[in-house]
């Protein structure tokens, strides 16, 4: 059928190597050197996996994945379930909906996603901390989605390159 998987050892391969790649992001994203840090601050790499992998995979794939993300985003931050599930979420379907908008420019369109979806999650967990009773760094907020923002060129061409070095594997090896 046109427009779908193939389904078997091909189709799956890609989602076997997902695993690997989240966690060497979780890896890096946790250990991320302290010289290239913005006020403590490091930039969402699962967010920036998350966006990728959404304007590459069918929509089918990428709900699921992003929702465990997100459930993977709240357990890493301590603040509770919830936010980042939520945000993560939205984020896909909004690339999914807008691929073709994205794939035409290619930087900005991207830079614009990485910034309104941390803006939104660290908003969101700022917000629910407030309520708490818990004081809030807000200039936080937006220093993290200004660092995301402009992490993402960097971080999308490396995942670009990883995804393109697995399509030229996966031809050669003449996998089906």
Known sequence: MKGRAKSGTGASLGLLLLGPALALVLVVEMHWPAGLR???????????LNFHYAL??????VLPLAFGLGLCRD????????????????????????????YRE???PRMLGAFLM?????????????????????ARVGTAALYTAAAAPAVMAAFDLAASAFRRWK??????
């Open 38 to 48: 913005a006020g403590g601050l490091r930039p969402d790499l699962l967010l920036l």
């Open 56 to 61: 590459y995979a069918s929509e089918r794939r």
């Open 75 to 102: 357990l890493l931050s301590g603040a509770g379930l919830g936010p980042g599930a939520l945000v993560f979420l939205l984020g896909a379907r909004v690339v999914c909906a807008a691929r073709r908008a994205i």
């Open 106 to 108: 290619k930087w900005m």
């Open 118 to 138: 941390t803006l939104a999650m660290e908003a969101i967990v700022s917000a629910r901390l407030w309520l708490w009773g818990y004081e809030v760094g807000w």
């Open 171 to 176: 031809r050669d090896e003449r996998l089906p």
